[in-house]
């Protein structure tokens, strides 16, 4: 009896140690172990942002594709973007600045309608800890700002020098377009203006055209009653171009080509046209500046690493490649 009672506690501990080794591990695969399951959903929850954007004119294609590429990805990723339309006026774009303030923006996307008179209202969004990614042309000090994402406007302009050069290699008299309150533009008018020098070029006529169609077309005209023989036009962005391109049709002038910078869907079809004024577009991408803008926005509040300075390359669309392009959208 003593030795079956003995058998009988044995087995019980051999199985409390059987019980013991089928039990799962604590630190298990999600599916054994729902408690680490529910701790990874809430470290891939995303952060929710707000955030500004100021651009120079919603009237302008270019700034429309560039708020819609930033706000694709910024609501993609659970944001907001409160947008504000300065019509081109430097005042107006300070009011609203200052109204985006109030409303508890985080981060702003800024293209300064006049890379001077912007700097008072960046001290005051630096002051309210807003971070400001300043977008295609650049304020005044660049070191207000937190980042810069843009096209690289020197180059554009170099390139539309190159190929006025190659057209015309004995040169001629340009008129140049220009919007001296905008960075981006100068840059443009610059790299144009060095590639041509010496090369035997005049620049016989400069106007401030404000980067509006209008504008230009209205200075071109007075332009084209003053100077009877004129090689090239250079225009510091499409709009310019095509006001430009605009008062010489109406005048009955089919002796100039027209340069710009943007390669708009606008622009480029004008080049489908056999004889077109438009000789092409340094062409910039505000779908690509815009993906990138957001990138970086994000990687800043995140508080991850990021690119002080993002150039975006640019190309020449004209009528020898203008079917690689398409005209129905930007490249």
Same mark, same amino acid.
């Given at each position: 009896m003593k030795f079956k009672r003995l058998t009988a506690v044995f087995l019980v501990i051999l199985l409390m140690f059987s019980l013991a080794a089928c039990k799962k591990p604590a630190g298990g695969s999600p599916e054994d172990n729902p408690v680490k399951e529910e701790s990874e959903e809430e470290e891939t929850e995303m952060t929710a942002y707000k955030f500004g954007f100021s651009g120079i004119t919603m009237e302008?294609?270019?700034?429309?594709?560039?708020?819609?590429?930033?706000?694709?990805?910024?609501?993609?990723?659970?944001? @907001?973007?409160?947008? *504000?339309?300065? +019509?081109?006026?430097?005042?107006?774009?300070i009011q609203q600045i200052r109204e985006m303030i109030s409303d508890g923006i985080q981060a702003i996307f800024l293209c300064p309608v006049d890379w001077e008179v912007i700097t008072p209202v960046v001290k005051e969004l630096r002051e309210a800890d807003i971070r400001i990614i300043n977008l295609d042309t650049?304020?005044?000090?660049?070191?207000?700002?937190?980042?810069?994402v843009g096209s690289d406007n020197y180059k554009a302009g170099q390139i539309c020098?190159?190929?006025?050069?190659e057209t015309y290699p004995e040169g001629g008299k340009v008129v140049i377009l220009e919007c001296t309150t905008q960075n981006s533009i100068n840059s443009r008018i610059t790299g144009f203006e060095e590639t041509i020098a010496g090369k035997?070029?005049?620049?016989?006529?400069?106007?401030?055209?404000?980067?509006?169609?209008?504008?230009?077309? @209205?200075?071109?005209? *007075?332009?084209? +009653?003053?100077?009877?023989?004129?090689?090239?036009v250079m225009c510091g962005n499409d709009q310019m171009a095509l006001g430009a391109m605009e008062a010489a049709e109406e005048m009955k002038r089919t002796d100039l080509k027209i340069y710009g910078v943007d390669g708009s869907p606008d622009l480029k079809r004008e080049l489908k046209e056999k004889n077109t004024l438009i000789a092409g577009s340094a062409a910039q991408s505000p779908i690509n500046i815009g993906k990138a803008a957001a990138k970086v926005a994000l990687?800043?509040?995140?508080?991850?690493?990021?690119e002080e300075e993002t150039l975006e390359d640019v190309l020449f669309i004209d009528q020898s490649n203008i079917d690689m392009y398409g005209v129905d959208g930007w490249q």
């Open positions: 302008n294609p270019y700034y429309t594709t560039l708020e819609a590429s930033i706000r694709e990805d910024i609501e993609g990723e659970g944001s @907001t973007l409160i947008t *504000k339309d300065p +019509r081109g006026d430097a005042n107006k774009q650049q304020v005044q000090n660049i070191d207000d700002v937190d980042a810069y020098g190159e190929k006025l050069i035997g070029f005049e620049v016989v006529a400069r106007a401030d055209a404000s980067g509006s169609k209008e504008n230009a077309k @209205t200075e071109m005209a *007075k332009i084209l +009653r003053n100077q009877p023989e004129i090689t090239a990687q800043i509040m995140n508080g991850e690493d990021y």
